[in-house]
Nanobody, 126 residues
Framework: QVRLVESGGGLVQAGGSLRLSCVASGRTLSISGMGWFRQAPGKEREFVAA????????YYADSVKGRFTVSRNNAKDTMYLQMDSLNPADTAVYYC???????????????????WGQGTQVTVSS
């Protein structure tokens, strides 16, 4: 089993930045990829970004490309999401997730991921 704990959410003005962290513990050797998703009130959970655990390849939703950066610290089993140029449309609960059978072709699908964190709220004011 893998346990995921997110942190770093908060309230920020439009144009500002936040950095989210996701610390993985437990059977982290089973992880092949990790991702960030977000869910706004009344909307479905949507893919934001992902990173391959072995070769550090990164993947982004079109809506965040060029503004968000996903990375990981290998030694700390931690994934980050640097969010710049935030706008009110980015307001949501952000979740990190890990998958043992993750693959680039399905990185966008929630069903690809086995474990999820509890979520952290990001609110962007206009």
């Amino acid at each position: 089993q893998v346990r995921l704990v997110e942190s770093g959410g908060g309230l920020v003005q439009a144009g500002g930045s936040l950095r989210l962290s996701c610390v993985a513990s437990g059977r982290t050797l089973s992880i092949s990829g990790m991702g960030w998703f977000r869910q706004a009130p009344g909307k479905e959970r949507e893919f934001v970004a992902a990173i391959a655990w072995r070769d550090f390849s990164t993947y982004y939703a079109d809506s965040v490309k060029g503004r968000f950066t996903v990375s990981r610290n290998n030694a700390k089993d931690t994934m980050y999401l640097q969010m710049d140029s935030l706008n009110p449309a980015d307001t949501a609960v952000y979740y990190c997730a890990s998958g043992s059978t993750w693959a680039p072709s399905s990185t966008w699908a929630p069903s690809t991921y086995d474990y999820w964190g509890q979520g952290t709220q990001v609110t962007v004011s206009s």
